[in-house]
């Protein structure tokens, strides 16, 4: 069975300072991994994906993530925080039939 | 491109009443729709996956009876809420995503349904 977990209910970070978000994953076969960001009364917005090849993957609004899979791990990374980044983030991995499981989400809160 | 919409964005019902959410892919064939269901402060949790011209394969646990998806076509699925109750108040995601991969799901803005 597939699971995500999001360790951090809450992220606080100031603007400016770089900011990381957990995501660990449990999976049978290889997984496809996903970044997700939602605003307050919205749908899910695609950051990033990783489906294979280099490790680290690069996404939307300077966002990028680092497939680790001895740690089966797969955090999202800013190099610098901007206060319109806060919103909430969900990791999700999908193995085949396009089915997707989200992790619980992590508020992320960018601090002016 | 990969554009979702759904309608309506906020409904209100009262308890009983049945409620229609549709979701549109509007640039693309989308051949497999989810819904997914999202209470506050919580994940997005996969009701039902559709697939167009096929009856809908439901998660367990979601009463099939009472949430009716229908996936007539390549760009449109509706989830019906049938004789609501206050309890099935939520925000309701559809998504949809491309025969052949990658695999990326593309959502829809939610539909607010409150049931009074």
């Known amino acids: 069975a597939q699971s995500v977990a999001q360790p951090e209910d809450q992220v606080n970070v100031a603007e400016g300072n770089p900011l990381t978000v957990k995501c660990t994953y449990s999976v049978s076969g290889n997984p496809y991994l996903f970044w997700y960001v939602q605003y307050p009364n919205r749908g899910l917005q695609f950051l990033l994906k990783?489906?294979?090849?280099?490790?680290l993957v690069k996404g939307s609004y300077g966002f990028e993530a680092e497939f680790n899979k001895s740690q089966t791990s797969f955090h999202l990374k800013k190099p610098s925080a901007l206060v319109s980044d806060s919103a909430l983030y969900f990791c999700a991995v999908q193995t085949g039939a396009n089915n997707l499981f989200f992790g619980t989400g992590t508020r992320l809160t960018v601090i002016p | 491109g990969a554009v979702v919409s759904q309608h309506p964005s906020r409904v209100i019902c009262k308890s009983g009443t049945s409620v229609k959410i549709e979701c549109r892919s509007l640039d693309f064939q989308a051949t497999t729709m989810f819904w997914y269901r999202q209470f506050p402060k919580q994940s997005l949790m996969l009701m039902a996956t559709s697939n167009e011209g096929s009856k809908a394969t439901y998660e367990q646990g979601v009463e099939k009876d009472k949430f009716l998806i229908n996936h007539a076509s390549l760009t449109l699925s509706t989830l019906t809420v049938t004789s609501a109750h206050p309890e099935d108040s939520s925000f309701y995601i559809c998504?949809?995503?491309?025969?052949?991969?990658?695999?990326?799901?593309?959502f829809g803005p939610g539909t607010r349904l409150t049931v009074t």
């Open positions: 990783y489906i294979t090849g280099d490790n």
């Open positions: 998504s949809a995503s491309i025969e052949g991969g990658p695999y990326e799901q593309y």
